[in-house]
T-cell receptor, first 115, second 114 residues
Framework: KAGVTQTPRYLIKTRGQQVTLSCSPI?????VSWYQQTPGQGLQFLFE???????NKGNFPGRFSGRQFSNSRSEMNVSTLELGDSALYLC??????????????FGSGTQLSVL | AQSVAQPEDQVNVAEGNPLTVKCTYS??????LFWYVQYPNRGLQFLLK????DNLVKGSYGFEAEFNKSQTSFHLKKPSALVSDSALYFC????????????WGAGTKLIIKP
């Protein structure tokens, strides 16, 4: 079974631009969650989608948005990029049936650099 | 409010020695606790979890963790460290009585020296 796939692996953008990151979960998984990882802040939860609906949301500004498609693939969008958005963005999937105790399967991440 | 603390930024252990990576938590309801490991340039991998039952949980790669309710701790342990265990380790907690998000510790870098 293929793992969680994130594309692209690396991105370089300039301030003010927008970016879209993609995540394909493990086949059969209906929950996709997104995290921002930085050396200073650790792992910060962005949002979680289950069956095309946002089920949970972290404390990020509205510039960060996401969506999930009917095939469970998910995209994350960041508009008006700031230097502080430079980070590793991780996507994780799980079956989603029992949200509280399921283990997460992570992709390798997208490394975003904002210049 | 939920929180997780990993008090050590880095832990250094000699190969063959036992290792412990510390984690303490705070939740208002029943804690669901997790350990994940991250190797360089990779995503996180699940190691083990505590939901209920036996306080000693066994996981992948020979790791285990002990749930201590009175000390609100969930320390990760391994009897004999390997150089290949060198990685970044994350503890996470969720309040099992709610639908709140998973809260993550800041991570502990484990360095195993030959």
């Amino acid at each position: 079974k293929a793992g969680v796939t994130q594309t692209p692996r690396y991105l370089i953008k300039t301030r003010g631009q927008q970016v879209t990151l993609s995540c394909s979960p493990i086949s059969g998984h209906r929950s996709v969650s997104w995290y921002q990882q930085t050396p200073g802040q650790g792992l910060q939860f962005l949002f979680e989608y289950f069956s095309e609906t946002q089920r949970n949301k972290g404390n990020f500004p509205g510039r960060f948005s996401g969506r999930q498609f009917s095939n469970s693939r998910s995209e994350m969008n960041v508009s008006t990029l700031e230097l502080g958005d430079s980070a590793l963005y991780l996507c994780a999937s799980s079956p989603g049936v029992s949200a509280t105790n399921e283990k997460l399967f992570f992709g390798s991440g997208t490394q975003l650099s904002v210049l | 409010a939920q929180s997780v603390a990993q008090p050590e930024d880095q832990v250094n252990v000699a190969e063959g020695n036992p290792l412990t990576v510390k984690c303490t938590y705070s939740v208002s309801g029943n804690p669901y606790l997790f350990w994940y490991v991250q190797y360089p340039n990779r995503g996180l991998q699940f190691l083990l979890k505590y939901i209920t039952g036996d306080n000693l949980v066994k996981g992948s790669y020979g790791f285990e963790a002990e749930f201590n309710k009175s000390q609100t701790s969930f320390h990760l342990k391994k009897p004999s460290a390997l150089v290949s265990d060198s990685a970044l380790y994350f503890c996470a907690v969720r309040d099992g009585d709610s639908n709140y998000q998973l809260i993550w510790g800041a991570g502990t870098k484990l360095i195993i020296k030959p």
